[in-house]
């Protein structure tokens, strides 16, 4: 029954189920089940009229109806009734829509109790588009008036009221289409409820009895109908926190599993040899590593020797030396005879890569190319030669390295950097890179030891910090290593926050900056919905720069990604060369160029900017051992969540921290991206408020698993049943493929 279509239901036909279909993906009857409501609003509460203020966000008022007009201005209609409340007050009901309707059903004479947004118009209340519960039979309209004995007969009835409305009344998510059409919470509710009535005794329990047991939760037909229809706030919160476990076990119950089929199941190049990466260690390392990062790579080197494929994701915050380890990763490739690429979701990011990378490789004497969509025609050509004959061991490159043209003879590590940016089906095409090799004695190990399919070994990097909670949602089948210590020397940045009367201010203290011999990025944001104001900003932004700056001889580059690729990396290569001495750009050198000797950024409209990307784009600063400065500056006006990024920015360096507060303020969605928001599928748990819970619904999970990795103990059969029919609620990030 579950699979049943929304159009089989009373009162829903075809049209209504097409529009809940495409407006809210609901199209089955368990759909509907599981569109938990958003909120609950407190149904015992009542306003008067006087009592209302524009500032509410809903309101609860009981009276009567006593007349309806049907207004026409210009090419709009709208259908105004009265309300009249018990102290004779009046307040105007206004439909735009479904006015046909309501002239025909309009409860004139008759009690009621109206719900929805108060507004303030011309000295007069309204509620456009109310709820509309009838509560009474009819009633004289003279009895409205307030010294008429008869209303108090309407407040004596308001005890009906309450006998019709729930005391927690579901808000459930709509769309403006839908309201259009007349569906609101109210039919969204009693639709629920006809799912619920007719399938309440095939809502099975799919949670192992121990486990209800030990946390005492409610049996899940019981959550179901609390979550929907809930007695009070203790019935509510106890199926909530039900249902919330049984949404994070589900999720880690399968991260766990998949992660365990991997180990057991997916070959990799085994990689015992390390030739190479001892004499780069010894003789070529252009600085001691830090301690995190020779943990790091201890646990790279298990991975790779150990014949299953490694899926490793490697966190670390700006300027902590993801690079080397990434690099040294690759050596151990090519030690054992395989080649490693390494793959930038931009040009300029894997401009960049090249640009670090090539003087090492050069230090040992190995080819290295770039290969990105821009990259001629006369060029590729024997890039794709070298690579299909194992000519060249290292590339570089974009998403063009996925390419059908793009061969390997034997690739061995794929290094993703800032992985979430690349989708699942564009990272799926490196399994189609490596096939069944030809020549295997060149590794010592025999051709029958060797599986048809061996896969690349995966290393996804990032620079945005994750919080535990959305690390354990989106790579719980990934391992995780963590480089969480920055190079020596490194001087933690002091953040500002100034307004932008106090421009002349920053503009003096970059000058003396760049008089200690410091140079200077300028930020400015590029939105799309804005792009043509915000390049008039970036512009009038840079000629005052000049106006102000070029007069005591200090010169400046500009930067943006419209830019002419030749435009842009000469002025890039002004700045990293030191000739240029502030450099007026756009988050394009959130991930361009890496400039010691840039100590300050100013971060314009910084309340623009999401608090991942402005560490991010802080994260430019710093990279040497001077002092270094991040000024954000901003309009007076500032919501309240604005105010908490900045002052976060403020207050702390650390990634994960700010993660956190990330989290918290936008969700994962937005921290994510649009392109992985549904990773975290969740649809009540919360990542950022969730913590304990989420532990113990991994803790639970990992001890299932362990005893019964199979799920065939009769205890567990209802789980794995539940597991194997249910769609994934997270997508599994080490199955590129």
């Not at 940016?421 to 096939?435: C, E, H, M, P, T």
């Not at 421009?503 to 203290?509: D, I, K, N, S, T």
């Not at 008089?515 to 799309?528: F, H, M, N």
């Not at 361009?592 to 309340?607: F, Q, T």
């Amino acid at each position: 029954m579950f699979h049943n279509p929304l159009s089989s239901l009373a009162g829903i036909g075809p049209a209504k189920a097409a529009l809940l279909a495409f407006e809210l993906g609901l199209e089955t009857w368990g759909d509907l089940l599981n569109h938990f409501p958003f909120r609950y609003d407190d149904r015992t509460v009542f306003y008067l009229v006087k009592e209302l203020d524009a500032d509410m966000q809903t309101a609860q008022l009981r009276g009567i109806i006593t007349g309806q007009q049907l207004i026409t201005t210009g090419k709009i209609m709208r259908l105004v009734a009265t309300l009249v409340d018990a102290d004779g007050n009046k307040l105007q009901l206004v439909w735009f829509n479904s006015i046909k309707f309501w002239q025909q059903k309009m409860p004139l004479g008759h009690q009621v109790v109206v719900y929805g947004k108060p507004n303030f118009f011309r000295g007069t209340y309204s509620i456009i588009h109310p709820e509309i519960t009838v509560v009474a039979g009819a009633l004289a309209t003279d009895a409205i008036a307030t010294d008429n004995p008869a209303f108090e007969n309407v407040a004596a009835q308001s005890a009906v009221t309450e006998n019709t409305i729930p005391a927690l009344s579901p808000v459930y998510s709509l769309t403006e289409k839908l309201r259009k059409k007349g569906v609101d919470s109210q039919v969204l509710g009693k639709l629920v409820q006809q799912v619920y009535d007719q399938t309440k005794q095939l809502i099975s329990e799919n949670l192992p009895l121990t486990v209800v047991e030990q946390y005492q939760f409610l049996d899940r037909k019981t959550a179901y109908q609390l979550i929907h229809f809930p007695t009070d706030y203790a019935a509510l919160e106890a199926a909530r926190y039900r249902l919330k476990f049984e949404e994070l076990f589900f999720n880690q119950l399968r991260l766990i599993r998949v992660r365990g089929l991997r180990k057991q199941q997916l070959a990799g190049w085994p990689m015992s040899k390390l030739k190479l990466f001892t004499a780069f260690y010894n003789d070529h390392l252009p600085f001691q590593l830090t301690n995190a990062q020779q943990r790091v790579l201890r646990e790279i080197r298990q991975d790779m020797g150990s014949g299953r494929q490694m899926n490793r994701l490697i966190q670390g915050d700006v300027g902590s030396g993801k690079t080397i380890v990434a690099f040294m990763s690759m050596l151990m490739a090519v030690d054992n005879g395989c080649q490693a690429c390494l793959m930038a979701p931009t040009e300029i990011l894997a401009e960049q890569h090249l640009n670090g990378l090539q003087p090492l490789a050069n230090a040992i004497g190995l080819p290295i190319a770039k290969l990105t969509g821009s990259t001629k025609a006369k060029d590729r050509k024997p890039i794709l030669e070298a690579l299909a004959s194992g000519v060249l061991p290292l590339i570089v490159g974009t998403h063009a390295l996925l390419e059908p043209k793009v061969h390997f003879q034997r690739l061995g590590l794929s290094v993703i950097d800032e992985q979430h940016r690349f989708g699942v089906a564009q990272r799926a095409r490196l399994w189609d890179k490596n096939s069944r090799p030809d020549q295997s004695n060149e590794l010592g190990i025999e051709t029958t030891d060797l599986p048809e399919v061996i896969a690349p070994h995966i290393m996804v990097m990032t620079a945005t910090p994750i919080p535990r909670t959305l690390a354990m949602t989106l790579y719980g089948d990934l391992d995780v290593s963590v480089i969480d210590e920055l190079p020596p020397g490194r001087k933690p940045i002091r953040t500002s926050h100034v307004y932008q009367s106090q421009r002349q201010q920053a503009w003096h203290f970059m000058q003396q900056q760049i008089a200690d011999g410091r140079q200077i990025y300028v930020v400015y944001p590029l939105i799309e919905e804005n792009e043509k104001l915000d390049f008039m900003a970036l512009e009038l932004g840079y000629q005052m720069m000049q106006e102000h700056f070029n007069p005591m001889g200090i010169a400046i580059s500009m930067v943006h990604g419209k830019m002419p690729k030749e435009t842009r990396d000469y002025e890039m290569d002004q700045f990293v060369k030191g000739r240029t001495q502030i450099m007026v750009a756009t988050t394009v050198i959130e991930v361009g160029v890496n400039v010691p000797n840039a100590s300050v950024m100013l971060i314009e409209s910084a309340e623009r900017f999401g608090l991942s990307q402005l560490h991010q784009l802080r994260g430019r600063v710093g990279r040497g051992a001077d002092q270094s400065y991040c000024i954000l500056m901003t309009d007076v006006k500032l919501s309240s969540e604005t105010r908490e990024r900045l002052a976060t920015m403020v207050r702390t360096n650390n990634g994960f921290e700010i993660a956190e507060v990330d989290l918290k303020l936008r969700g994962p969605g937005d921290i994510l991206g649009t392109q992985q928001s549904g990773a975290v599928d969740l649809k009540l748990a919360n990542l950022a408020t969730d913590m304990v819970l989420m532990t113990q619904a991994r803790d639970v999970a990992t001890q299932i698993i362990e005893r019964d990795p199979d799920l065939t103990e009769p205890e567990h059969i209802a789980t794995a049943e539940y597991l194997a029919g249910s769609a994934a609620t997270g997508l599994a990030w080490s199955r590129v493929g």
